[in-house]
């Protein structure tokens, strides 16, 4: 099962959801892989995985797919261990802005999809954090995975940009991934006690959009959790908003 995390918008908590769905994965006992498509690399500082002058990153795997080699690396030479036991990564690169134009128009857009379907027999579970616009990369991951979880901040943008966001996946769907289908939206940094979010989450829930009966709250536990470099699952297992996070996980593993 690949399953990407997608929103146009930034700031809505994608890398926290990716790392934290994809460690309460490893933690349900599914061997886990977590690429990380975002220039910005924060599901790879996240888990602590960024090391200097390393040559197996998201950047490399993709770089020699243009690039001539007698020996190309096979997919799974690219994925390292996390701290997290049964968690690996394909750590992201900054230098994926740089080949992007070199990719596109050598039409390598099938290329994750090719790596990704090689590492089938190695992992269970593959998520993939993708950054907030609809470039090479995100396209790539659309075209890779199976499923498509969408995360939303609960403001009037957000429900806005759904809309777009919706049509450009239908189309994706048609034209490069028949199997692509939207998981479930995420109602992340939800604020329970104003009116806004509640009302936002019921015209969606009115007009058919599979938002997930699972909101997560805002909360600063994932704000130490980030500077602890440490998923909340292992961090803080009890707390509220990590047994959110298992819903989450719990709701779309059951689909």
Do not use: W
Request: charged share 25%; proline share 3%.
């Amino acid at each position: 099962m690949i399953r990407v995390l997608f929103n146009k918008k930034g700031g809505v908590g994608k890398s926290s959801l990716t790392v934290n769905l994809a460690a309460i994965s490893a933690h349900n006992g599914f061997k886990t892989l977590l690429v990380d498509l975002d220039t910005q690399c924060n599901s790879t500082a996240y888990l602590d995985a960024i090391k200097a002058n390393d040559d197996s990153t998201i950047a490399n795997l993709f770089e020699q797919t243009i690039t001539f080699h007698l020996h190309r690396r096979a997919a799974n030479e690219f994925c390292q261990p996390t701290k997290v036991k049964n968690l690996d990564i394909i750590a992201g690169s900054e230098r994926l802005a740089e080949l992007e134009s070199e990719l596109d128009s050598r039409h390598k857009i099938y290329k994750l999809k090719e790596a990704l379907t090689s590492l089938s027999d190695d992992y269970d579970r593959i998520y993939i954090d993708t950054a907030p616009a609809l470039n090479f990369y995100s396209l790539s991951a659309l075209i890779a995975a199976s499923r498509c979880l969408i995360p939303i901040d609960c403001d009037d943008f957000a429900r806005q940009g759904l809309y777009s966001l919706q049509q450009k996946i239908a189309e994706i769907k048609e034209d490069h991934n028949s199997e692509m289908e939207i998981e479930g939206i995420i109602a992340n940094q939800f604020m329970r006690n104003a009116n806004l979010p509640i009302q936002i989450i019921n015209e969606l829930l009115d007009e058919n959009y599979p938002v997930l009966p699972e909101y997560v709250s805002q909360s600063v536990k994932m704000r130490e959790s980030h500077q602890a470099k440490s998923p909340l699952i292992e961090l803080a297992p009890k707390h509220k908003l990590t047994l959110s996070l298992i819903g989450i996980f719990n709701l779309i593993e059951s689909k």
